[in-house]
């Protein structure tokens, strides 16, 4: 099941959970207040640094 958390990029609402019920989640969200961080172009290839191993990419940490 999905559920609303806050964007730990921005601190606007996103979804976390299995992804089946995310239509769900956020038509209850305004647009103004939804996260569109995942949306953004990166401004260039491996602009995001990765730090940890694939253990704490799985789990966001």
Known sequence: MCRPVAC???GKTTWAGCGQH?????????????CRCANEPQAAVG???????WFSGLFGR
């Open 47 to 53: 602009a995001q640094q990765k730090s940890g191993g």
């Open 22 to 34: 995310v239509d769900s989640v956020m038509a209850s969200v305004p647009k103004s207040e939804q």
């Open 8 to 10: 730990k990029k921005c």
